[in-house]
């Protein structure tokens, strides 16, 4: 009996401590997720390696970081270069806690050393769905899209050479990026717990009688 009551406290607290596997899905395609919001460099001139855009609707701030020193555009639809004209890596993500449900962006390759980019996309648990792709002449456009309420919170990525650019960035369903678990995660919590109850009650039981 004491072995039951521990299995079932086992059971129940591994499910309370692992958060649910997410699924974020990456595209390749131009249109293949079409994010509600073009994000905008109107904020601050760029400082080092770092760049500050705000979306066009919500004014939801998104901060770029590069491994070399950026430079964008005046005015207009966000797009990035590095200084020294060939950008090989950049992440960006919004505000702690805040997330988004869908990405799009393009990678500028025309007359582009680069053949290859490594593309990570992380959710709210830190987990890091990922992909290697081909880099061809002119514009690449690539998306994600986050599934079974999970936020994207943060997007990298690393090429094998310089581009010119990144630009087009848009994205969609901006959230609070809490670890929340997924309702069947929920149901297996529940049922993790009813375990133990069962277990208890035996155990009573079984004292009772003796």
């Known amino acids: 009996m004491r ?3 521990l299995a ?3 059971a129940a607290i591994s499910l309370i401590a692992f958060p649910a596997a997410a699924t974020i899905a990456i595209y390749t395609s131009p249109g293949a997720v079409q994010p509600a919001e073009n994000v905008l460099f109107s904020g601050p001139d760029p400082i080092g390696n770092t760049v500050i855009g705000f979306t066009n609707q919500t ?3 998104v901060t770029f970081n590069g491994i070399e020193p950026l430079v964008s ?3 207009g639809q966000a797009r990035i270069e590095a200084t020294d004209g ?5 992440s960006f993500g919004l505000d ?3 997330g988004f449900k869908e990405v799009e962006f393009d990678l500028f390759g025309t007359h582009a050393e680069a053949t290859q980019v490594v593309l990570n996309f ?4 830190s987990t890091i769905f990922a992909g290697t792709y081909a880099i061809h002449q002119g514009g690449n456009f690539f998306s994600a899209r986050a599934f079974d309420n999970q936020l994207i919170t943060n997007v990298r990525f690393m090429l094998d050479g310089p581009i010119i650019d990144a630009g087009q960035f848009r994205i969609g369903g901006v959230g609070e990026a809490g670890a929340v678990p997924e309702p069947a995660m929920w149901a297996m919590m529940m049922a993790g717990m009813g375990l133990v109850g069962v277990a208890m009650r035996r155990r009573k039981a079984a004292l009772a009688a003796a």
Request: aromatic share 8%.
């Open 3 to 5: 072995g039951i009551f």
């Open 8 to 10: 079932a406290q086992c």
């Open 59 to 61: 004014q939801t701030r």
């Open 73 to 75: 555009p005046p005015a």
């Open 86 to 90: 060939g950008l090989t890596e950049l």
């Open 96 to 98: 702690p806690g805040l």
């Open 122 to 125: 992380t959710d709210q648990f």
